[in-house]
């Protein structure tokens, strides 16, 4: 264990360190990601009295500095620091040659899995997440429902850079120090506590707002557009339409979310961007081989050919305005965290 100010000591050395790499670092082809986090990111959180090898520890439970697993579709953020079961905080690691005040789509992912955990036992929950990249120290709060990444700024509650770690030093050992964590230091950081009480909306109430909300909804929109191509249809037809299609997408969102299948969504959007004149409805149409396919993987109806259905026209631009917000860039839930329970509750 360091004291206050043989940590200080420490954490100077290591600024220092940095700073005299700092340009290499920047314009060497042979600097890797993965050597900030060895040299720098992980020797800070040492000399906080963090145990970052998990030395000792044998049950997995207990472990302090977690290296998250990375799956196929890069979910999960790179780092997880838990204490006594209780997961405080995700970490994102980037590299120097990036500007972390510009490229908030970085966090992006880490806000999203945390925000994603809200629902989840009070020891799951994840309120916060660190962008860092050490020259740079972001920390959010992750509690709110925050459309894109373009306004995620709104809720960096520390903005720090390399030089703050000395001259800020008083407030990082407060804050991040693993003693003072374990008492509860890090609920100082939330934005405000009246801040919290009006915006702070669990993820199944704010999933079920973008699906419902009367002027924006997924659901409305569909339905508005389902109605222009086909008036004849009957409202509770188009209800049964709009649901079938919005559970599919759902459906493939969760099995992407959870590394079970590959992102078709995103691979189909991309797709469509190629083509210059598109045919309207051309994107259901390809989504329609999707199904089918799926359709032979899972049991149930959710895949099924229903051609009654099927056979309506959703305009390309509807759909797209849909669907890019179950694209992960966008996409402020993920699945693989939202208890699965929930989905029943939702929709």
């Given amino acids: 264990m360091y004291t206050k100010e043989e940590s200080r000591e420490k954490i100077k050395e290591l600024t220092e360190s940095f700073e005299a790499k700092l340009d290499f670092i920047k314009t060497s082809k042979e600097y890797k990601e993965a050597q900030i986090g060895d040299e720098f990111i992980k020797p800070l959180f040492k000399y906080l009295n963090w145990n970052i090898s998990n030395e000792g520890i044998v049950s997995p439970h207990e ?29 994102e690691a ?13 966090i992006w992912q880490a806000y999203s899995y945390s925000y994603s955990t809200q629902t989840r036992p009070e020891y799951e929950k994840v309120d916060f997440a660190l962008l860092t990249d050490f020259e740079e120290f972001r920390f959010f709060d992750c509690t709110f429902p925050v459309k894109n990444h373009e306004t995620l700024n709104n809720y960096c509650v520390l903005d720090w850079t390399y030089i703050d770690y000395i001259k800020n030093f008083d407030k990082l050992w407060e804050y991040f120090e693993r003693e003072n964590v374990r008492n509860g230091s890090l609920e100082k950081l939330y934005i405000s506590e009246k801040k919290i009480k009006e915006n702070r909306i669990p993820p199944d109430k704010a999933f079920l707002k973008d699906l419902d909300d009367e002027k924006n909804g997924w659901r409305i ?127």
């Fill in 221 to 347: 929109k569909l339905a508005k557009d389902v109605k222009k191509y086909h008036p004849e249809f009957s409202a509770e037809f188009i209800t049964q339409t709009v649901q079938l299609i919005l559970d599919r997408f759902i459906f493939i969102k969760v099995l992407v979310d959870r590394e079970i299948e590959e992102d078709y969504i995103e691979k189909i959007v991309n797709k469509i961007k190629s083509i210059k004149n598109k045919e309207e409805g051309i994107i259901y149409d390809e989504f329609k081989e999707i199904f089918e396919q799926l359709d032979k993987t899972y049991n149930g109806s959710i895949f099924t050919k229903r051609p009654e259905l099927d056979a309506v026209i959703v305009s390309n631009k509807i759909l797209l305005d849909v669907l890019k917000d179950f694209l992960p860039q966008n996409s402020r839930y993920n699945f693989k965290v939202i208890p699965i329970e929930i989905l029943g509750t939702i929709y």
């Fill in 94 to 106: 980037k590299h120097t040659k990036y500007d972390l005040q510009k490229r908030t789509d970085y």
């Fill in 63 to 91: 472990r302090e500095f977690i290296v998250q697993a990375q799956g196929r579709n890069r979910k999960e953020p790179d780092y997880l620091l838990q204490l006594e079961n209780k997961r405080r905080f995700y970490i």
